[in-house]
Nanobody, 126 residues
């Protein structure tokens, strides 16, 4: 069964850190670019980060740049999102998605996504 599973969400105080994982099963991530998205209540889904399949190029939205770091471990078939200096406005459901025709550069992420995870809740609150 092909699926992406996010984990690592939870409740954290402002200024704290979390590391989200996106584990693939049923397919190998080697040839897929991976995007992280989030959606807060009443807001549109936001693409916040992306890592390419080829050269490891990354993209970060301005809202998370300098605080979040995306990485991938193809041997573990997993992509990570390290989130530091978390703010209450980072509260959202976080999703990962994979696509073979999804592209990441320093300026943008774009293309088609083939698989989505079910999401993990991140709540930043004191």
């Amino acid at each position: 069964q092909v699926q992406l599973v996010e984990s690592g969400g939870g409740l954290v105080q402002p200024g704290g850190s979390l590391r989200l994982s996106c584990a693939a099963s049923g397919f190998t991530l080697d040839y897929y670019a991976i995007g992280w998205f989030r959606q807060a209540p009443g807001k549109e889904r936001e693409g916040i980060s992306c890592i390419s399949s080829s050269d490891g190029s990354t993209y970060y939205a301005n809202s998370v740049k300098g605080r979040f770091t995306i990485s991938r471990d193809n041997a573990k078939n997993t992509v990570y999102l390290q989130m530091d200096s978390l703010k209450p406005e980072d509260t959202a459901v976080y999703y990962c998605a994979a696509g073979t025709t999804y592209y990441c550069s320093g300026y943008a992420s774009y293309g088609a996504l083939d698989y989505w995870g079910q999401g993990t809740q991140v709540t930043v609150s004191s």
